[in-house]
């Protein structure tokens, strides 16, 4: 198996990022990741970092994928997340969604031991691997990895994890596909801005559906199929996350819009997965069973 070392990487998702790796669809490559702060804080008494907000989150990346073209959907399979043995939890000076009442700097590395991260107070919280930032170079112009948007980027949804699938809108020719920003368990919203961030090393399979765009990020896992969306508000990014599950829903199933829209009030789940980014995320989850039973029958010639 190809493997792409954490140091090449970028801060920002652009088309004007040349490629360090180029992959063929339907092959599976490991890539190595720096933590959120570029490993700079390894123990307690390191000092903390200076934080430029413009240069974290780096991830792995950018890599070419063979025949992606714009209106492509990109889909990647996330086979496995290995952790190290800490992680990095931190309050950072005017961030979060707290901020005005947590000005100080505030740090500590936890160990990471048998499936659980070690928590001050010997609380012991099982491991959740998170991929918080994913995406592709966006339509046009350059995105900082802190951003969130229809390219993907920093979306911290907690689904992003081992044994999910990926979509992804392809904009430019290879998509220039990057990740990181790993969290061994993360809260939805990450309140504080963090959660336990670690590097790590994920293992994930590519491929292309051609001529098949899509406005936003989507995905699905073992049981539901997800929406996901960020705006400057959490009214705006729900209304869209619940706009692309009814139009979802009414290209696979035999629902109309109407119909559509009433089954996401009585099944959807709804969750704030960003709250302090500077756009929130939000995604709407819908059970795989749904989409199933509904199907729409083929039509015989």
Do not use: C
């Amino acid at each position: 198996m190809r493997k792409l070392s954490s140091e090449n990487f970028v801060y920002k998702m652009s088309a004007e990022n040349p490629p360090v790796m180029t992959v063929k669809p339907r092959k599976t490559i490991l890539i190595q990741t720096q933590d959120g702060f570029g490993g700079a804080i390894k123990r307690d008494d390191d000092p903390f970092p200076t934080i430029d907000m413009e240069r974290v989150n780096q991830t792995t990346g950018p890599i070419f994928i063979e025949g992606a073209e714009p209106g492509d959907t990109l889909v990647v399979d996330i086979k496995n997340i290995v952790l190290p043995k800490q992680g990095v939890t931190t309050i950072i000076p005017s961030f979060g969604a707290l901020k005005e009442q947590f000005s100080r700097e505030w740090k500590k590395v936890r160990a990471i031991r048998a499936g659980r991260v070690i928590f001050p107070g010997g609380i012991r919280l099982p491991v959740h691997p998170v991929i918080g930032t994913i995406g592709v170079a966006p339509a046009q112009g350059t995105v900082g990895n802190l951003y969130p948007g229809p390219h993907g980027g920093n979306l911290d949804v907690k689904d992003i994890t081992k044994g999910a699938r990926v979509y992804l809108p392809v904009f430019v020719p290879g998509a220039l596909f990057s990740l990181g920003d790993g969290k061994a368990v993360m809260g939805d919203g990450e309140t504080n801005g963090v959660g336990i961030e670690v590097s790590m090393k994920a293992t994930v399979r590519f491929d292309l559906i051609k001529d098949k765009p899509i406005r936003r990020p989507r995905l699905e896992n073992a049981t539901h199929k997800i929406t996901i969306a960020s705006a400057a508000n959490l009214e705006d990014a729900s209304k869209t996350a619940l706009n692309d599950m009814i139009d979802l829903l009414v290209e696979e199933t035999v629902l109309t819009k109407e119909e559509a829209y009433a089954m996401l009030g009585a099944i959807a789940d709804i969750k704030i997965a960003n709250v302090v980014d500077p756009e929130v995320t939000v995604r709407v989850a819908v059970p795989k069973y749904v989409f199933a039973q509904g199907r729409k029958k083929k039509v015989r010639n």
